[in-house]
């Protein structure tokens, strides 16, 4: 017994890092406070979190597109900017400084319940890493992953201060969805795979990101493309 209690004592660190939690991921990193709050006629925003506050980001408009600096992560809307059958989406993004690590911006389309804790919508990100997502949402603790973090030199990566521009683009069809950063395919999915894709089309801002966005539209039919 004496001889095996040295060899026990060494190994208890071991087995008592085994059993720790896992650390929380980016624990340093919580959500800015930036105030502000939504400043842009017509448009709304809702938040991933429900005590997320409107005040602590800033949604302005600037230079003929909007500018977002925060803060929680969100989607943003317009209510009235809706399609249904073929469309596309598209926007152009600039981020405009580094985040604490990388963070994502993009689109979504086929905006349900945006409002509520019920809300749906299927969507498009792109990040300073040079890597594209593209997820779906039903409801608060549904969230399916369609195309996990995937790197595509279509994406531009961002520069040494951080800051990088992708023009991305949701074509919505018949048969399948089709996605583009900087007019360069990236994925397709077939609509069986993503359900009806009619509703709302908007952005996605993720938490603490500084970014300006240009040529936010919807279009429908064969002119869409």
């Known amino acids: 017994m004496r001889r095996l209690l040295p060899a026990l004592l060494a190994l208890t660190p071991a087995l008592a890092a085994a059993q720790a939690p896992a650390a929380a991921p980016h624990a340093a990193d919580p959500d800015l406070q930036v105030a502000g709050g939504l400043h842009v006629p017509g448009w709304t925003a809702h938040f991933d979190h429900a005590n997320a506050s409107p005040t602590a980001v800033n949604f302005v408009p600037m230079g003929g597109g909007y500018h977002v600096t925060g803060g929680p992560a969100a989607i943003y809307f317009d209510s009235t900017k809706t399609a249904s059958g073929a469309y596309t989406a598209r926007v152009s993004i600039t981020q405009m400084k580094a985040p604490m690590h990388p963070e994502a911006y993009g689109l979504f389309v086929g905006g349900q319940h945006l409002s509520s804790d019920a809300a749906s919508y299927l969507y498009f990100l792109v990040r300073g890493d040079g890597k594209y997502l593209i997820k779906q949402r039903a409801g608060a603790t549904d969230i399916r992953t369609l195309v996990d973090?995937?790197?595509s030199p279509a994406i531009h990566s961002a520069d040494a201060a951080g800051k990088a521009t992708n023009a991305i683009r949701v074509?919505?069809?018949a048969d399948s969805v089709r996605f583009f950063a900087?007019?360069?395919a990236v994925a397709a999915l077939p609509t069986a795979k993503t359900g009806p894709l009619a509703g709302v089309a908007g952005l996605r801002?993720?938490?603490n990101l500084d970014v300006h966005i240009d040529g936010f539209s919807v279009a429908?039919?064969?002119?869409?493309?």
């Open 182 to 184: 900087n007019d360069q």
């Open 171 to 173: 074509q919505v069809g």
């Open 220 to 225: 429908t039919g064969a002119a869409a493309r």
């Open 205 to 207: 801002v993720n938490h």
């Open 149 to 151: 973090w995937t790197a």
